[in-house]
């Protein structure tokens, strides 16, 4: 009997293992400031944060920083209405190399290659796909979206890095 019962509970919490499953992935065009597109980015939520990909072309070659941004918005040539950086605590402090950091949306920079092109795949444990801690929630009400900036970031000037005008968005929702 007590071998049954621990077959039982092993089923048991295998299916309750299985129902925590990775988050489905959230795929989006990413386009520039005329809305042609570039390329598509996938995000797919994982236990401890979120796992990114970047299939891009068409980009400047060089580094790019790039952030998420608090607002599902791409609609505007300049991305203004994306917002600022995701974040969860105020004033926000921007920079992965900034002992003070507390700016969620920051990521690390993006490289492109002579021909325009850039293929990434990061994970980031500052965000969370669908929240339920005290991070933020990529896919709250009103989503966010992923920015890539003209110049890279130097993760620690105030307020984004020095990384410039933004070049290319993805809504993500």
Not at 137 to 156: E, M, R, T, V
Request: aromatic share 4%; proline share 5%.
């Amino acid at each position: 009997m007590r071998f049954a019962s621990a077959i039982f509970s092993t089923i048991i919490l295998a299916t309750a293992v299985s129902a925590q499953a990775p988050s489905a992935d959230h795929t989006s065009e990413l386009k520039n400031g005329s809305g042609s597109v570039l390329g598509k980015v996938t995000v797919t939520g994982t236990p401890r944060g979120v796992l990114l990909r970047i299939e891009a072309k068409g980009l400047t070659p060089g580094w790019h920083g790039m952030h998420f941004h608090e607002k599902g918005d791409c609609g505007d040539a300049m991305f203004k209405g994306a917002g600022a950086h995701v974040h969860a605590k105020t004033p926000v402090v921007h920079g992965l190399l900034n002992a003070d950091a507390n700016d969620a949306g920051d990521l690390p920079n993006l490289f492109v290659a002579a021909d325009g092109t850039a293929t990434v795949e990061l994970y980031s444990t500052l965000v969370t796909l669908k929240g339920g801690d005290e991070r933020p929630a990529l896919l709250d009400a009103d989503g966010s979206s992923l920015i890539i900036h003209a110049n890279p970031d130097d993760y620690q000037s105030q307020p984004i890095g020095g990384a410039g005008g933004r070049v290319a968005c993805a809504v993500i929702r």
